[in-house]
Nanobody, 125 residues
Framework: QVQLIESGGGLVQAGGSLRLSCAAS????????MGWFRQAPGKEREFVAS????????FYADSVKGRFTISRDNAKNTVGLQMNSLKPEDTAVYYC??????????????????WGQGTQVTVSS
């Protein structure tokens, strides 16, 4: 069982930056692929980024590539999402997720058992 707690959301002007953090419980964190998803009002939840258990494989949605950076610290059981050059369309609730399946990429957002409660990110124009 893994519990995920996000922090770092808030209100920022377009062009600004925010850093989200997700703290995970449990001794098996280092085995999990970790990811970030987001859900804007009236839209389905969408994949943002994922990072493999070792940190060696990273995927980004095209909409955030070059602006967002995902990272993890297995010693501290944390995963971060640095968001730069934010746009109003980045406004959403951001969720941290964990997938224990070997080789998982999380890009399809399917079969993921562990989710955080979400943190609101609002980007004003």
């Amino acid at each position: 069982q893994v519990q995920l707690i996000e922090s770092g959301g808030g209100l920022v002007q377009a062009g600004g930056s925010l850093r989200l953090s997700c703290a995970a419980s449990g001794r098996t964190f280092r085995r999990y692929t970790m990811g970030w998803f987001r859900q804007a009002p009236g839209k389905e939840r969408e994949f943002v980024a994922s990072i493999s258990s070792s940190g060696g494989t990273i995927f980004y949605a095209d909409s955030v590539k070059g602006r967002f950076t995902i990272s993890r610290d297995n010693a501290k059981n944390t995963v971060g999402l640095q968001m730069n050059s934010l746009k109003p369309e980045d406004t959403a609730v951001y969720y941290c997720a964990a997938d224990p399946r070997p080789g998982a990429t999380m890009r399809q957002g399917l079969g993921i058992d562990y989710w955080g409660q979400g943190t609101q990110v609002t980007v004003s124009s």
